[in-house]
């Protein structure tokens, strides 16, 4: 029967009695939501079912997304939405006195990342599935998830986040499916009519996969996301009363093996030898791929075909052990030889890089991996072998260039390199990204395997990133240009004929400022901060870490904070800096960071002198929840790293989706959004890339002559020390010194002034409120592009070799009128080719 309000209330009712034995009036708001989550649960199970037999039936390919992390963000109002029954429900709850906003409220945040790659793997599921495509995504079932944040006296302070303490009501456990994972011990090779390694004396963990469903929009699909928890063999549980001893063993040795899956590790861009987190690598390796190669012989296809039915994508290096891991199983378990197995794996697997920094390239000691992986340190070994013999081929002689290209050198496994040679692709996430890779960080790799690299510039989910977080625009939209950009992204480009029209202009600045009013009374009832809804908004919410130059941008506000002190007529608009993220707990700096934001909001804040032209918030624990209120309320959007070192960046979009303003560098994918909204739309600055690299080989500048030239650095630099902040002397030192003794490595000084200059054109443009706001329109309708549905479209194309379903009112225009061209939306030429041979009109 089909679902209405009615229908929706009794069995809302009924499910609350039997779950909480209650009546509607004594539960609580976590017992509802619990309610409607198992409730919707209901729903989402007969639908699940079909789509894995549909998938079944069809023989279609699956695509398997390997990620350490995976950032879903609360699931109730995405899984609501996607169901097509969020309205209904809204409505249904109301008649019970129930909002759904406050039920929404009571779901955790399931913290399973660290930042822009866990979160981009998150986006795509939704893509994927809202385009019925077979993507399923494997991970872990951190036990806790990213610490969360506490201010206290305005330093970070870690709390680890029980976020499984209420249960999580969208997995579902699947025993059944259990497999084991082995560590240590030994090989023995035995040799009859062929070789064989046998592997001995290991220790055995269980990989118990917990599914949770991924569901498309209004499309009846659903999609799997595995996480894997680690448990103990119980025949290694020996607890009897009779030995005490053998108990508090077992106990111990069971803490240790849950130790596998229970903390995600902290750090974003850095990279740490612990053993623990090599084995969550291989844990999640070793279970994903044996419950793939399980899930394909069901199939009953014959297994020399496995890469036409499956693709696995690896999610930067962390699970790179795949490679060796496919061989072992096709080499030891299914016994295939060495080259066909080679073949079929390079064939199955890709890559994606994200981060040029040289401290997050993951690498592991010989010892280490021999010790824990003794098989597949042979294969690696192997792989390595051969490798260094093609190259010798190439390059006879070359040893500076074969040591740098090896997969093991200097004792040490290099996880980039063993990807490149175990991939049949290799991509960058933003044009400027692949183009660095290619010329720079991988660029012997590039002119060895010149076809492997390609570029796919991240997108996100629009449908959480607009649709669900700002309804009041996304009904705007509805009503000025229909529903189809919510399945068809580049059709938002259709709201380009009302840039300047004022009253849908107004609409639009009455919205901004609705969400702006909410952000406003968060901020004052949990950090107990007013602010004023008319202020200009700016946020830079991203990690905390120097190259994404959360500094630069706390040193202009302590000038603009100086010229207020000296004249507070001064005429600015009133602003209202926004802040948030988290920083790796070993990272000092970018703690110091923290610190010095959260003091310069007490200084100023406080001060009546300045009459609240400018304020200072730092929100805490920043999380996808949190992001989700700031971005819709935002006016003026932070990208501003150091040029070259964000590899894409994908706040970027969020904001511009949500009509916020970019002040920027140019790298990432702000160059490629300023290529689409053009350089009337968007406010850039600073060094570029080639500037900054090439300042770079020749040992970087002199930061002191900046600090001598320019008065307002030299003021605001001093202040870090002299006690102008209600603090020691000391406090700030290291931050003072890392610009001024350790040689600024992110070019805060040296981009200062012309960031200064760019704020100052910003504040001057938002001034003209009409073509301000025909900015803000210019952003929304060219955010399409940025799309997670496209990004995975070329990757479903070019790198998987699947048919995804490819919208035909895909137009996106670099152009100001809405002329849809064709190169615009047509990012790779099958697509191009799809859209000519299926006739489908795109005019000039
Ligand atoms: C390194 C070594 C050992 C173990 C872990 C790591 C490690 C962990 C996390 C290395 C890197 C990360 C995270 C990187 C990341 O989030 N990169 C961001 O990816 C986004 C999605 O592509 C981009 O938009 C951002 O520009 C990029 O910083």
Same mark, same amino acid.
């Given at each position: 029967?089909?679902?209405?309000?009615?229908?929706?209330?009794?069995q809302?009712?009924?499910? &609350?009695?039997? @779950?909480?034995?209650? *009546? +509607?009036?004594?539960?609580?708001?976590?017992? =509802? %939501? #619990?309610?409607?989550?198992?409730?919707?649960?209901?729903?989402?199970s007969?639908?699940?079912i079909?789509?894995?037999?549909?998938?079944?039936?069809?023989?279609?390919?699956?695509v398997?997304?390997l990620?350490?992390?995976?950032?879903i963000?609360?699931?109730?109002?995405m899984?609501?939405?996607?169901?097509?029954?969020?309205?209904?429900?809204?409505?249904?709850?109301?008649?019970?006195?129930?909002?759904?906003?406050?039920?929404?409220?009571a779901?955790?945040?399931?913290?399973?990342?660290?930042g822009g790659?866990?979160?981009?793997?998150?986006?795509? &599921?939704?893509? @994927?599935?809202?385009? *019925? +495509?077979?993507?399923?995504?494997?991970?872990? =079932? %951190? #036990?806790?998830?990213?610490f969360e944040?506490?201010?206290?006296?305005?330093?970070?302070?870690?709390?680890?986040?029980?976020?499984?303490d209420?249960g999580?009501?969208?997995?579902?456990?699947?025993?059944?499916?259990?497999?084991s994972?082995?560590?240590?011990?030994?090989?023995r090779v035995?040799?009859?009519d062929?070789?064989?390694y046998l592997?001995?004396?290991?220790?055995?963990?269980?990989?118990?996969?917990?599914?949770?469903?991924?569901?498309?929009?209004?499309?009846?699909?659903?999609?799997?996301?595995?996480?894997?928890?680690?448990?103990?063999?119980?025949?290694?549980?020996?607890?009897?009363?009779?030995?005490?001893?053998?108990c508090?063993?077992?106990?111990?040795?069971?803490k240790?093996?849950?130790?596998?899956?229970s903390?995600?590790?902290?750090d974003?861009?850095?990279?740490?030898g612990?053993?623990?987190?090599?084995?969550?690598?291989?844990?999640?390796?070793?279970?994903?791929?044996?419950?793939?190669?399980?899930?394909?012989?069901?199939?009953?296809?014959?297994l020399?075909?496995?890469?036409?039915y499956?693709?696995?994508?690896?999610?930067?290096?962390?699970?790179?052990?795949?490679?060796?891991e496919?061989?072992?199983i096709l080499?030891?378990?299914?016994?295939m030889?060495?080259?066909?197995?080679w073949?079929?794996?390079?064939?199955i697997?890709?890559?994606?890089?994200?981060?040029?920094?040289?401290?997050?390239?993951?690498?592991?000691?010989?010892?280490?991996?021999q010790?824990?992986?003794?098989?597949l340190?042979?294969?690696?070994n192997?792989?390595?072998?051969?490798?260094?013999?093609?190259l010798?081929?190439r390059?006879?002689?070359?040893?500076?260039k074969?040591?740098s290209?090896?997969?093991?050198?200097?004792?040490?496994?290099?996880?980039?390199?063993?990807?490149?040679?175990g991939?049949?692709?290799v991509?960058?996430?933003a044009?400027?990204?692949?183009?660095?890779?290619?010329?720079?960080?991988?660029n012997q790799?590039?002119?060895?395997?010149?076809?492997?690299?390609n570029?796919?510039?991240?997108?996100?989910?629009?449908?959480r990133?607009?649709l669900?977080?700002?309804?009041?625009?996304?009904?705007?939209?509805?009503?000025?240009?229909?529903?189809?950009?919510i399945?068809?992204?580049?059709?938002?480009?259709?709201?380009?004929?009302?840039?300047?029209?004022?009253?849908?202009?107004?609409?639009?600045?009455?919205?901004?400022?609705y969400?702006?009013?909410?952000?406003?009374?968060?901020?004052?009832?949990v950090?107990?901060?007013?602010?004023?809804?008319?202020?200009?908004?700016?946020?830079?919410i991203?990690?905390?870490?120097?190259?994404?130059?959360?500094?630069?941008n706390?040193?202009?506000?302590?000038?603009?904070?100086?010229?207020?002190?000296?004249?507070?007529?001064?005429?600015?608009?009133?602003?209202?800096?926004?802040?948030?993220?988290k920083?790796?707990?070993?990272?000092?700096?970018?703690?110091?960071?923290?610190?010095?934001?959260?003091?310069?909001?007490?200084?100023i804040?406080k001060d009546?002198?300045?009459?609240?032209?400018?304020?200072v918030?730092?929100?805490?624990?920043?999380?996808?929840t949190?992001?989700?209120?700031?971005?819709?309320?935002?006016?003026?959007?932070e990208?501003?790293p150091?040029?070259?070192?964000?590899a894409?960046?994908?706040?970027?979009?969020k904001?511009?989706?949500?009509g916020a303003?970019?002040i920027?560098?140019?790298?990432g994918?702000?160059?490629?959004?300023?290529?689409?909204?053009?350089d009337?739309?968007?406010?850039?600055?600073?060094?570029?890339?080639?500037?900054?690299?090439?300042?770079?080989?020749?040992?970087?500048?002199?930061?002191?002559d900046?600090?001598?030239k320019?008065?307002?650095?030299?003021?605001?630099?001093?202040q870090l020390?002299?006690?102008?902040?209600?603090?020691?002397t000391?406090?700030?030192?290291?931050?003072?010194?890392?610009?001024?003794?350790?040689?600024?490595?992110?070019?805060?000084l040296?981009?200062?002034?012309?960031?200064?200059?760019?704020?100052?054109?910003?504040?001057?443009?938002?001034r003209?409120?009409?073509?301000?706001?025909?900015?803000?329109?210019?952003?929304?309708?060219h955010?399409?592009?940025?799309?997670?549905?496209?990004t995975?479209?070329?990757?479903?194309?070019?790198?998987?070799?699947?048919?995804?379903?490819?919208?035909?009112?895909?137009?996106?225009?670099?152009?100001d009128?809405?002329?849809?061209?064709?190169?615009?939306?047509?990012?790779?030429?099958?697509?191009?080719?799809?859209?000519?041979?299926?006739n489908?009109?795109?005019p000039?």
């Amino acid at each position: 029967m089909k679902l209405n309000k009615e229908l929706f209330k009794d069995q809302f009712l009924e499910k &609350l009695m039997t @779950m909480h034995v209650k *009546s +509607l009036e004594e539960t609580s708001n976590a017992e =509802r %939501y #619990r309610t409607l989550s198992s409730l919707v649960r209901d729903y989402i199970s007969k639908k699940w079912i079909a789509s894995d037999q549909h998938y079944q039936q069809e023989g279609s390919k699956q695509v398997y997304y390997l990620s350490i992390e995976f950032l879903i963000g609360r699931m109730l109002g995405m899984n609501l939405l996607n169901l097509g029954i969020y309205d209904l429900c809204k409505e249904a709850l109301a008649e019970l006195g129930i909002s759904l906003d406050v039920l929404e409220k009571a779901e955790e945040d399931p913290g399973l990342g660290n930042g822009g790659l866990g979160r981009l793997a998150a986006c795509y &599921l939704d893509s @994927m599935a809202a385009e *019925s +495509l077979p993507g399923h995504g494997c991970s872990l =079932r %951190y #036990r806790y998830g990213f610490f969360e944040q506490k201010i206290v006296n305005g330093y970070q302070v870690e709390v680890p986040d029980n976020w499984l303490d209420q249960g999580f009501p969208w997995e579902f456990k699947r025993s059944d499916q259990t497999v084991s994972v082995n560590f240590g011990g030994n090989i023995r090779v035995v040799s009859n009519d062929k070789l064989r390694y046998l592997h001995e004396n290991y220790d055995t963990v269980f990989a118990v996969p917990y599914d949770v469903p991924i569901l498309g929009y209004k499309n009846d699909t659903i999609n799997t996301l595995r996480i894997w928890s680690a448990e103990a063999s119980e025949e290694n549980f020996i607890c009897s009363t009779a030995d005490m001893l053998d108990c508090v063993t077992s106990m111990e040795y069971t803490k240790t093996v849950e130790s596998l899956s229970s903390v995600l590790y902290p750090d974003d861009s850095a990279y740490e030898g612990k053993v623990l987190r090599l084995k969550q690598h291989y844990f999640l390796v070793s279970a994903s791929l044996q419950s793939i190669i399980k899930n394909y012989k069901q199939r009953a296809l014959p297994l020399d075909h496995l890469a036409d039915y499956i693709a696995i994508h690896i999610n930067d290096t962390h699970p790179a052990l795949a490679i060796p891991e496919m061989m072992r199983i096709l080499i030891d378990v299914e016994e295939m030889g060495w080259d066909e197995a080679w073949k079929i794996t390079v064939n199955i697997f890709s890559y994606t890089n994200h981060t040029v920094l040289p401290e997050a390239l993951e690498k592991w000691p010989i010892d280490m991996i021999q010790n824990l992986l003794p098989r597949l340190y042979l294969i690696i070994n192997e792989m390595n072998e051969r490798f260094c013999h093609e190259l010798w081929n190439r390059y006879p002689g070359d040893w500076d260039k074969i040591r740098s290209m090896a997969i093991i050198s200097d004792h040490t496994i290099h996880m980039a390199n063993l990807a490149i040679v175990g991939s049949h692709s290799v991509n960058g996430v933003a044009q400027i990204h692949t183009e660095i890779l290619k010329t720079r960080v991988m660029n012997q790799f590039h002119q060895f395997y010149p076809t492997r690299f390609n570029n796919k510039t991240n997108g996100v989910a629009h449908r959480r990133w607009l649709l669900k977080i700002n309804p009041r625009l996304s009904s705007l939209l509805n009503e000025s240009i229909g529903s189809s950009w919510i399945s068809h992204p580049c059709d938002l480009l259709k709201i380009l004929k009302y840039a300047d029209d004022h009253v849908f202009q107004e609409k639009l600045a009455r919205i901004k400022r609705y969400n702006k009013s909410r952000l406003a009374e968060h901020i004052r009832d949990v950090q107990g901060i007013r602010i004023d809804v008319d202020s200009i908004f700016d946020s830079h919410i991203k990690r905390i870490h120097g190259y994404k130059r959360q500094t630069m941008n706390v040193f202009h506000i302590m000038h603009l904070y100086n010229l207020l002190r000296e004249n507070p007529d001064l005429d600015i608009i009133p602003r209202t800096f926004i802040f948030g993220g988290k920083a790796a707990p070993g990272y000092h700096l970018a703690k110091q960071t923290i610190k010095l934001i959260n003091t310069l909001a007490t200084v100023i804040n406080k001060d009546k002198s300045i009459r609240d032209k400018i304020k200072v918030v730092f929100i805490e624990n920043y999380n996808v929840t949190m992001a989700e209120l700031i971005i819709p309320a935002t006016n003026v959007s932070e990208q501003i790293p150091t040029a070259s070192q964000e590899a894409c960046g994908t706040g970027n979009m969020k904001f511009m989706m949500n009509g916020a303003i970019t002040i920027g560098t140019l790298d990432g994918a702000n160059i490629e959004i300023r290529n689409v909204v053009g350089d009337n739309n968007i406010v850039f600055f600073g060094l570029t890339a080639n500037e900054v690299l090439e300042l770079h080989e020749h040992g970087g500048y002199n930061p002191w002559d900046v600090y001598n030239k320019d008065e307002r650095i030299k003021t605001v630099l001093d202040q870090l020390i002299n006690g102008f902040f209600p603090v020691g002397t000391d406090e700030f030192k290291s931050l003072f010194e890392s610009f001024l003794y350790h040689n600024d490595q992110f070019f805060v000084l040296k981009d200062f002034a012309s960031y200064a200059d760019a704020q100052l054109r910003l504040d001057q443009q938002y001034r003209n409120r009409n073509q301000w706001l025909s900015m803000c329109v210019h952003n929304i309708a060219h955010s399409g592009k940025f799309s997670g549905d496209r990004t995975f479209t070329e990757y479903a194309m070019d790198v998987w070799n699947m048919n995804p379903t490819i919208s035909p009112q895909c137009y996106c225009s670099n152009d100001d009128k809405f002329t849809s061209r064709l190169h615009g939306c047509a990012f790779t030429s099958k697509l191009q080719q799809t859209i000519s041979s299926n006739n489908i009109h795109v005019p000039h």
